[in-house]
């Protein structure tokens, strides 16, 4: 068995004279949305085509078809094949990633979102909102001037005589 | 030299109607586009290829074609 029949994605064909190469992964090895990714990246520099063999009596691959936008030697071919394999295995991790610290990002994103609104009013603090005070109500007797509130009475001891 | 007319056969599993209508509204100009359903794959034959155009037409129809549906997919999510 060659390196080449035991990497993942393995090389289906490759095109010298077409600039052509055709990778093959295993359906189960990577999900859809890892495959969407890669090929994200490779759209710029490369005409990409997917393909899908369902496969009789073995399991079904993803067929990568990549076609250089510019005229492409075998090594760099080859090249194309492992770059293409690194960012699979790249938009995996990052898949991974993601769903382990999706809460956190939930809960980060909701505090920001919730902090750019202004905050949010506790509940109780809303609920008692009516106390039935006109607003000339000074129960607590912030509007009487500190002299007032604070004169000494003129029996009281130390008071001025 | 490019064929003048081309099917190209886009597996529906991949590809989502939508995104390849879409990606041949964008190549109207430059080609005339059928779409239908051939087995498993959505089957777009691509004719009146202007011979003029800058790079390969089919190609990148296939391009847009791909980058539509996963934009469509990510929206869905």
Known sequence: MTAQETQTPTVERLDDAHSRVTLALEIGLYPIDVLYGAAYIFIDRAYVLLDKDEGVGRPGRYLVHLRGKNPMSHEQLLALCGEFGNELLSQALRRKVVKQNQKIIEEITTQAIAGAAGGTLPTDFLANQDDGLDFLDDPLGIAVPWEEKFKKKKDEPGAAP | ?77
């Open chain 2, 1 to 77: 030299m490019s064929n003048p007319n081309q099917t190209v056969l886009l597996h529906r599993a991949l590809y989502m109607q939508q995104a390849i209508k879409q990606a041949a509204e964008t190549f109207a100009d430059f080609a005339s586009f059928a779409i239908s359903r051939q087995g498993a794959h959505y089957a777009v034959a691509i004719s009146d290829i202007d011979a003029e155009a800058d790079g390969d037409v089919v190609a990148e129809f296939c391009n847009f074609a791909l980058y539509n549906t996963m934009q469509r997919k990510r929206k869905k999510i």
